[in-house]
């Protein structure tokens, strides 16, 4: 039965009202249409949630796959598809196997931090409690965590930049207080008198960024004098002495890190369960795909031998 004119007219008219989905779930479904395919990669990519993956790059691998491929015809087409997915399903299974190693390399370290934290009190109680028999032991050191370290550090370096100012008295920084302050009370000065601070508690409990701006000066020249040295040998000296805390910092840190890189190494395997399961599916994967590779070939083939027969016919 044919169409009316009328009637044509009216749907030519409808089509155009079609802008096509507008809902983001809807957008979703479609994006993928340009690449004329989607009978399986549609299914292939985690598109929500905390394992997203991105579309994009899936439609790039399998681009290239076309284009290394050329598939000819529907069958072709769907077979390629298949390879970007066992692909993606591959590389998925890559990213699992990284996550469960860094998941028992994290769990190992933080056991290690655990157990020499539990060390360090154990010690410092046993000195405590028996004193007299640990009178010759070395002093023991404070067990700080990682984090308290790499915060020294990046304090240290603050301090140090602040005295490497070309004058670092004209705008004083929080952090130079800081090590002044330090210094004179290893020197035996009264630091809360020279800060100018006034009311209980020591003169670590207050905000030095709020002192006058002369307290800074005060210290440094209390140092001179102490010293006994011109302002140019004082900062010489300073410079000198957080030069060293900050490599002391450094130092410190890394001996820690390599330390723990040392367990992370050890803890470099996933446990035997999440490993034979990586091993199983990847075998699986690769047989897949060897398959898969196969059964392109064989349609190739077909379409070869079917182009042949048609120039045969239309020859005859």
């Given at each position: 039965?044919?169409?009316?004119?009328?009637?044509l007219i009216?749907?030519?008219?409808?089509?155009?009202?079609?802008?096509?989905?507008r809902t983001?779930?809807?957008?979703?479904?479609v994006?993928?249409n340009?690449?004329?395919?989607?009978i399986?990669a549609s299914?292939?990519v985690i598109?929500?949630?905390?394992?997203?993956?991105?579309a994009?790059?899936f439609?790039?691998l399998?681009a290239e796959?076309?284009n290394?491929?050329t598939?000819?015809?529907?069958?072709?087409?769907?077979?390629?598809?298949?390879?970007?997915?066992i692909?993606?399903?591959?590389?998925?299974?890559?990213?699992y196997?990284l996550?469960?190693?860094?998941?028992?390399?994290d769990?190992a370290?933080?056991?290690?931090?655990?157990?020499?934290?539990?060390?360090y009190?154990?010690t410092k109680?046993?000195?405590?409690?028996?004193?007299y028999?640990?009178r010759?032991d070395?002093?023991l050191e404070?067990w700080?965590?990682?984090?308290?370290?790499?915060?020294e550090?990046?304090e240290?370096?603050?301090?140090l930049g602040?005295?490497?100012?070309?004058e670092p008295?004209?705008?004083?920084?929080?952090a130079l207080?800081?090590?002044?302050a330090e210094?004179a009370?290893?020197?035996?000065?009264?630091v809360?008198?020279?800060l100018?601070?006034?009311g209980?508690?020591?003169?670590?409990?207050?905000?030095?960024g709020?002192?006058?701006r002369q307290?800074?000066?005060?210290?440094?020249e209390?140092?001179c004098?102490?010293?006994?040295v011109d302002?140019?040998e004082?900062?010489?000296?300073?410079?000198a002495?957080?030069?060293?805390?900050?490599?002391?910092a450094?130092?410190?840190l890394?001996?820690?890190l390599?330390a723990?890189?040392r367990?992370?190494?050890?803890?470099a395997?996933?446990?035997g369960?999440?490993?034979e399961?990586?091993m199983r599916?990847?075998a699986?994967?690769?047989?897949?795909?060897?398959?898969?590779l196969?059964?392109?070939?064989?349609?190739r083939?077909l379409g070869?031998?079917?182009?042949k027969?048609e120039?045969?016919?239309?020859?005859?």
């Amino acid at each position: 039965m044919g169409i009316s004119e009328a009637k044509l007219i009216a749907n030519r008219a409808n089509a155009q009202k079609s802008t096509g989905p507008r809902t983001p779930e809807g957008k979703a479904r479609v994006r993928l249409n340009a690449l004329k395919h989607g009978i399986l990669a549609s299914e292939a990519v985690i598109r929500a949630g905390e394992g997203a993956e991105e579309a994009e790059a899936f439609e790039a691998l399998l681009a290239e796959l076309k284009n290394d491929l050329t598939p000819a015809g529907a069958l072709e087409e769907l077979l390629v598809e298949k390879l970007a997915v066992i692909i993606w399903r591959w590389r998925r299974v890559l990213r699992y196997e990284l996550g469960a190693i860094r998941e028992r390399a994290d769990e190992a370290v933080a056991a290690w931090r655990k157990e020499q934290y539990e060390a360090y009190l154990r010690t410092k109680a046993m000195r405590e409690e028996f004193p007299y028999s640990h009178r010759n032991d070395p002093p023991l050191e404070e067990w700080k965590h990682t984090e308290e370290l790499k915060y020294e550090l990046e304090e240290a370096e603050e301090k140090l930049g602040a005295l490497m100012e070309p004058e670092p008295l004209k705008n004083p920084k929080e952090a130079l207080v800081w090590v002044l302050a330090e210094v004179a009370e290893k020197e035996g000065l009264n630091v809360k008198r020279l800060l100018g601070l006034k009311g209980g508690g020591e003169w670590y409990d207050f905000d030095l960024g709020q002192v006058d701006r002369q307290a800074p000066a005060r210290l440094f020249e209390a140092l001179c004098k102490k010293w006994e040295v011109d302002q140019a040998e004082a900062w010489k000296r300073l410079r000198a002495r957080q030069e060293y805390e900050r490599d002391r910092a450094r130092a410190t840190l890394e001996e820690r890190l390599r330390a723990e890189e040392r367990v992370r190494m050890l803890a470099a395997l996933p446990d035997g369960e999440a490993l034979e399961k990586v091993m199983r599916y990847e075998a699986h994967l690769a047989r897949e795909f060897a398959r898969t590779l196969e059964q392109l070939e064989k349609a190739r083939a077909l379409g070869r031998e079917g182009a042949k027969k048609e120039k045969v016919a239309a020859a005859g």
